[in-house]
Nanobody, 118 residues
């Protein structure tokens, strides 16, 4: 089993930056790709960014491309989401997810709230 715990959310103003962290524990060797998703009130959960185990092929949703950067430190079992130039539309609960190696099954964190005021 793998547990994921997100941190770093908060209330910021438009244009500010935040860095989210996702710490993994347990059988972390069973996790391959890591990703961030978000869910705004009244909306479905949507993909934000993903990164492979090697960290060399990150991918982003068009809405965050150029503003957000995903990275991972495998030695610390932690994935980060650096969010710059935040907009009110970025307000959501941000979830970290890990895909079990060789499967399409994901493990999810509990989420961290990001609120961007205009």
């Amino acid at each position: 089993q793998v547990q994921l715990v997100e941190s770093g959310g908060g209330l910021v103003q438009a244009g500010d930056s935040l860095r989210l962290s996702c710490a993994a524990s347990g059988r972390t060797s069973s996790i391959d790709d890591m990703a961030w998703f978000r869910q705004a009130p009244g909306k479905e959960r949507e993909f934000v960014a993903a990164i492979t185990w090697s960290g060399d092929t990150p991918s982003y949703a068009n809405s965050v491309k150029g503003r957000f950067t995903i990275s991972r430190d495998n030695a610390k079992n932690t994935v980060y989401l650096q969010m710059n130039s935040l907009k009110p539309d970025d307000t959501a609960v941000y979830y970290c997810a890990g895909t079990y190696r060789g499967t399409t099954n994901r493990v999810w964190g509990q989420g961290t709230q990001v609120t961007v005021s205009s």
